[in-house]
Every structure is written in C-alpha cells, then in structure tokens.
C-alpha cells in the first residue's frame, strides 16, 4: 500500500536523484504522462506494469494511481521536474483529501526533483541568486486576472521571475502582456534568459533583454528567467548578485569611521532606470 510521487527532474534521466531512481525501480506499476513513459523508458523493467496516459488526463492519473496503491500494490507516479511544482502531487493530494484520506491506505512518499527553472538558471549561471518567484502564464486552470495580479506583485516586489507556460499556439498574447506589466517597474536593459527544453536533446539558451525580448521564441517548453533591479549580463551568463559586494564596502566604511554607504546598485552600463511602477489606473 505505497504510493512513490517520483519527479523526474528537467529531462536529462542524469537529472533524477538517487532516491527517486531507487524507488522507480523499485515499484510494481509505473503510471504517467506518456511522454514522461517514453522519457524513463530504459529504466523500465519487463516486470513493471506501466500505465501511459495521455496529456489533460491529471485526475484520472491521480485516481488510478491512488486506487492501485490501496489494492495493496507498490506504485510509482512519475511526473517531470519537481513532481509537486505545477505537476502531479497537486491533484493526488486533491484526491486524497476528497476521499477523507487520514495519511495510510494508502502510504504516500515524494520525491522531489529538480524545477526546469531551477536548471535554466543553473544554464545560465547565477540568475536566481536572490528572492525569486515563479508565475506560469497558462490560464487553463487560474482566471488570466488572477495571473496578472500576481505578475503586478512580483513587479513591483522587484523578484527575479521565472515564467513557466508562456506561450502556446492558442494562447500568444500572455506573454506580451506579462513583459509590459515588468516594464512599470523595470529598466528595458533588464536581462531576460529563454530557456527551451533545457537539458534534453535540442536544447538553446537565449539571453536578450525585457526591452528587446521576442516572445515568439518562447513556447511551452521555454522557460523564461526575468532578472531583477540588480541583474546583469556578463559573457553568455545572467547574475543576480546577492549584495555581499555591498556588506563588504559598507565595512570598510565603518572601518574608517565614514557613513555607511547606501544599498543601491553600482552603475551599470546594462542596466537602467526603472519606471513609475504603478497600474496605468493608479498613476496620475
């Protein structure tokens, strides 16, 4: 009676952690997105029974998984990056808690991965090295009000953001949007990093700008890492510094019995000015 939530990490199988490897061999029936099937494909045994379902099927996947652990069976569900990030431990847990689950039958273990922005980020170096917030753009499921109310807080909370969901064949303008939201608070020098399918075959790493971004490169394999008022470009790599450079500077001051320095960023010549920040109803 145990259910393995295993996350599969970005796509690179070297990507997984040991533990979530160790409980997928380890488990009887294997249940998941076929695509996500395909991908574990050769670290499936024979033995295994494997369930592949296809895309939109969440609560079904969630169900059957469930309902075969509770039959006594040893199950994996497999979901890619970390399995409880815009994935499947949402709707087992959903699940569970609409039946009255009280935490065994049946026994529920997750395994967490790494997040594709996660390992966009490590692509590109240092991108998410402070108060960072992820926001996917994909309306499915959250009112596109909801999203915007959060893409205004993140602007103006000057978070490095990381856009999951940016852009599809049905739904194009989002991201459009999303980037005139930033550019309230944020300079059109600000470096941006569009990541697609990043550790898996095909992989590209664009870095641009908020000013100068082309949203049609980016698609629902692409994750997309907005620097903040600090970020800056240097050599194919994005960084967000961590502010140690100015704790050191306001030491030496002290040291010497000067005032200490004030924490704003160095110039930069790829960086600028921000905006008023404010909703075009509340300027004025």
């Known amino acids: 009676m145990l259910l393995n939530l295993i996350s599969l990490g970005p796509g690179d199988l070297q990507q997984m952690t040991i533990a979530a490897r160790e409980a997928l061999i380890l488990s009887e029936v294997v249940i998941g997105y076929d695509s996500y099937i395909q991908q574990i494909r050769p670290l499936l045994s024979l033995h295994q029974e494997v369930h592949a379902l296809p895309m939109q099927s969440e609560i079904e996947r969630a169900e059957r998984a469930i309902d075969l652990a509770a039959a006594g069976r040893r199950v994996a569900l497999v979901s890619s990056g970390d399995i409880g990030m815009y994935a499947m431990a949402g709707p087992v847990f959903e699940v569970l808690h609409q039946r009255g689950w009280q935490g065994t039958n049946p026994d529920v ?3 967490p991965g790494v997040s594709a922005f996660l390992a966009a980020a490590a692509r590109v170096g240092a991108a998410v090295n402070l108060d960072v917030c992820t926001i996917s753009l994909s309306d499915l499921l959250i009112p596109w009000d909801v999203i915007e109310r959060r ?9 490095v953001v990381a856009l999951y969901n940016p852009r599809s064949r049905g739904r194009h ?8 939201i930033l550019l309230t608070c944020r300079p059109l020098t600000t470096p941006v990093a569009l990541v697609h399918r990043v550790t898996r075959a095909n992989e590209s790493v664009t870095l641009t700008t908020l000013g100068d971004i082309d949203a049609s490169q980016a698609d629902m394999l692409t994750v997309v890492l907005i620097g903040n008022s600090q970020s800056y470009l240097m050599d194919r790599h994005m960084v967000t510094p961590r502010g140690y450079q100015h704790r050191i500077e306001r030491e030496r001051s002290e040291n010497d019995t000067r005032q200490p320095l004030p924490l704003t960023p160095n110039p930069s010549p790829t960086r600028g000015e921000g905006g008023a920040c404010l909703r075009p109803a509340e300027s004025g």
């Open 109 to 111: 273990v997750v395994f």
């Open 173 to 180: 303008w989002q991201m459009d949007r999303a980037v005139d």
């Open 151 to 159: 893409l205004w807080a993140a602007a103006r909370g000057d978070f």
